[in-house]
C-alpha cells in the first residue's frame, strides 16, 4: 500500500511523544513493503532541535505554508491507498477537509491524545486539529486509548469504526544494554514538563530523593520551570535524544512512569515510554490508572506504589536480583504483544476491514 501520513512530527522528538510513536510504526510498516509519504508542519521549535531529518522509511515533505503545499499534498493523495491525519497535527481540519474530499479508499485519523480531544469535542464541538462534523465521515479513528472510550466514539460521535492502535516499541531500538556511567542512578525519570504530572514526580522521586540523600536520582526532559527546586540528589538532563534512551533505561535500577491527568481519567492509556522502557528490561516504577493490568501484571511485571514510601521500600529493600527480574518479565510481555512490528499487522487488518466493508455491497449487488 501507499500511506500518507499528516502527522505533528517524525523529524523531531523535542518536546513530544509523537514522532517515537510515528517512528516506530513507519518503520514497520515500511518493513512490510509499504510506501509512506510524511507530511510535517516546518516549526522553530523542531527544526532546531531535528533529530531525525531524514528518516530511511519514509518521505517525508516539511512545509511551512499550507496553500503553498496543497498542490503537493493533493498528488501524493491521488495514488493513496490509505491516508492518516494525526491528532495535534497544525493544519489537522484543513488535512481532513482534503482527506475525507478525496479518493482515497480508507480515510483515518490516529489520535495519540484521544482523551484530550473527546474532552475538547464534548466542550467546543471541535478541538484545534479535528471537527466534530469529521468523525462520521472517516473509515477508521485509530486511539492511543483502548477500553470504553472506543465504544464512547462509536455511540456518541458515531465514528464507524474504533479501534485501539496502541503506542509500540522496535526491539532492536529498545533493548537491554550494559549500563552507562553517564545514567548510573536509583531511580530515573524521562518526560518533557506537564503541570499535571508534577505532583507525581514529586511523591514519587523528589520526596524519596529527600529521604535517601546518600542515593541518585535523575530527571530528563524539558520546559521544567526554574521555579522547581529539585533535591540536591536529583541529576537534571535538558533534553536526552531517543537514542539514549535505552541507555538511560539500562543505567537505572528503577525507572519512573507517570500518566498525564487526561489519561489517567480515561485509563487504558499507556504512554510510549511505558513500553520502550519496558522493552530494555528496567523495573517501572508507576502510577496506576484503570487497565493498567492489562498491559502489565502488578508486583511482577511493574511496581505501583501508593505512595513516596512505598517507593523507599523499593529503593531500600529490594535487591538487583529482584529488579532485574520483574524488568525482564515485563520485557517479554512487551516482545510479546506490543512490538512496532504486530502494530504494523493491527493496522493493516484494519484497512482490510475497511476494505472489506466496501466490497460487500458490490457482491450483494451481482447477485
Same mark, same amino acid.
Given at each position: 500500500?501507499?500511506?500518507?501520513?499528516?502527522?505533528?512530527?517524525?523529524?523531531?522528538? +523535542?518536546?513530544? %511523544?509523537?514522532?517515537?510513536?510515528? $517512528?516506530?510504526?513507519?518503520?514497520? #510498516?515500511?518493513?512490510?513493503?509499504?510506501?509512506?509519504?510524511?507530511?510535517?508542519?516546518?516549526?522553530?521549535?523542531?527544526?532546531?532541535?531535528?533529530?531525525?531529518?531524514?528518516?530511511?522509511?519514509?518521505?517525508?515533505?516539511?512545509?511551512?505554508? +499550507?496553500?503553498?503545499?496543497?498542490?503537493?499534498?493533493?498528488?501524493?493523495?491521488?495514488?493513496?491507498?490509505v491516508?492518516?491525519?494525526?491528532?495535534?497535527?497544525?493544519?489537522g481540519?484543513? /488535512?481532513?477537509?482534503?482527506?475525507?474530499?478525496?479518493?482515497?479508499?480508507?480515510?483515518?485519523?490516529?489520535?495519540?491524545?484521544?482523551?484530550?480531544?473527546?474532552?475538547?469535542?464534548?466542550?467546543? %464541538?471541535?478541538?484545534?486539529?479535528?471537527?466534530?462534523?469529521?468523525?462520521?465521515?472517516? !473509515?477508521i479513528?485509530?486511539?492511543?486509548?483502548?477500553g470504553?472510550?472506543?465504544?464512547?466514539?462509536?455511540? &456518541?460521535?458515531?465514528?464507524?469504526?474504533?479501534l485501539?492502535?496502541? =503506542?509500540?516499541?522496535?526491539?532492536?531500538?529498545?533493548?537491554?544494554?550494559?549500563?552507562?556511567?553517564?545514567?548510573?542512578?536509583?531511580?530515573?525519570?524521562?518526560?518533557?514538563? /506537564?503541570?499535571?504530572?508534577?505532583p507525581?514526580?514529586?511523591q514519587f #522521586? =523528589?520526596?524519596?530523593?529527600?529521604?535517601?540523600?546518600?542515593?541518585?536520582?535523575?530527571?530528563?526532559?524539558?520546559?521544567?520551570?526554574?521555579?522547581?527546586?529539585?533535591?540536591?540528589?536529583?541529576?537534571?538532563?535538558?533534553?536526552?535524544?531517543?537514542?539514549y534512551?535505552?541507555?538511560?533505561? =539500562?543505567?537505572s535500577?528503577?525507572?519512573?512512569?507517570?500518566?498525564?491527568?487526561?489519561?489517567?481519567?480515561? %485509563?487504558?492509556?499507556?504512554s510510549?515510554?511505558?513500553? &520502550?522502557?519496558?522493552a530494555?528490561?528496567?523495573?517501572?516504577?508507576?502510577?496506576?490508572?484503570?487497565?493498567?493490568e492489562?498491559?502489565?501484571?502488578?508486583?511482577?511485571?511493574?511496581?505501583?506504589?501508593?505512595? %513516596?514510601? !512505598?517507593?523507599?521500600?523499593?529503593?531500600?529493600?529490594?535487591?538487583?536480583?529482584e #529488579?532485574?527480574?520483574?524488568?525482564?518479565?515485563?520485557?517479554?510481555?512487551?516482545? /510479546?504483544?506490543?512490538?512496532?512490528?504486530?502494530?504494523? $499487522?493491527?493496522?493493516?487488518?484494519?484497512?482490510?476491514?475497511?476494505?472489506?466493508?466496501?466490497?460487500?455491497?458490490?457482491?450483494?449487488? =451481482?447477485?
Open positions: 500500500m501507499k500511506i500518507t501520513i499528516f502527522g505533528l512530527s517524525i523529524t523531531s522528538s +523535542w518536546g513530544n %511523544g509523537h514522532a517515537t510513536t510515528f $517512528r516506530a510504526l513507519c518503520s514497520a #510498516l515500511r518493513n512490510r513493503g509499504h510506501e509512506i509519504v510524511f507530511f510535517e508542519r516546518n516549526v522553530e521549535w523542531y527544526e532546531n532541535n531535528r533529530d531525525l531529518p531524514e528518516p530511511s522509511y519514509c518521505t517525508v515533505k516539511l512545509y511551512r505554508d +499550507w496553500q503553498q503545499v496543497l498542490p503537493t499534498m493533493r498528488e501524493q493523495l491521488r495514488n493513496s491507498d491516508a492518516v491525519v494525526g491528532s495535534y497535527f497544525p493544519d481540519v484543513l /488535512a481532513l477537509d482534503e482527506v475525507l474530499g478525496s479518493n482515497v479508499p480508507v480515510k483515518a485519523f490516529y489520535d495519540i491524545d484521544t482523551p484530550i480531544t473527546l474532552s475538547s469535542l464534548q466542550q467546543h %464541538g471541535r478541538a484545534d486539529y479535528l471537527q466534530k462534523r469529521h468523525l462520521p465521515e472517516l !473509515d479513528y485509530f486511539s492511543f486509548t483502548g470504553p472510550m472506543l465504544a464512547q466514539l462509536q455511540t &456518541e460521535f458515531h465514528v464507524s469504526l474504533a485501539p492502535l496502541y =503506542c509500540s516499541v522496535d526491539p532492536e531500538r529498545h533493548q537491554p544494554l550494559p549500563p552507562s556511567a553517564d545514567f548510573a542512578c536509583d531511580l530515573s525519570y524521562m518526560g518533557t514538563y /506537564a503541570p499535571d504530572r508534577q507525581k514526580i514529586d #522521586l =523528589c520526596d524519596p530523593a529527600r529521604s535517601l540523600p546518600e542515593r541518585n536520582f535523575l530527571v530528563a526532559g524539558p520546559q521544567y520551570p526554574g521555579t522547581i527546586h529539585w533535591p540536591a540528589n536529583v541529576s537534571r538532563i535538558m533534553h536526552l535524544e531517543p537514542k534512551h535505552a541507555a538511560l533505561y =539500562c543505567s535500577r528503577m525507572t519512573l512512569n507517570v500518566t498525564r491527568r487526561d489519561m489517567v481519567m480515561a %485509563g487504558y492509556s499507556p510510549v515510554r511505558l513500553f &520502550e522502557a519496558a530494555c528490561g528496567a523495573t517501572i516504577v508507576s502510577d496506576n490508572w484503570p487497565g493498567l492489562t498491559f502489565f501484571t502488578p508486583g511482577a511485571e511493574i511496581l505501583l506504589p501508593a505512595s %513516596g514510601d !512505598d517507593v523507599v521500600r523499593y529503593i531500600s529493600g529490594f535487591d538487583d536480583a #529488579l532485574k527480574a520483574i524488568g525482564a518479565a515485563a520485557r517479554e510481555r512487551i516482545l /510479546a504483544a506490543h512490538t512496532n512490528e504486530l502494530r504494523a $499487522r493491527e493496522f493493516e487488518r484494519a484497512v482490510e476491514i475497511v476494505n472489506g466493508r466496501q466490497a460487500e455491497p458490490a457482491i450483494l449487488t =451481482c447477485k
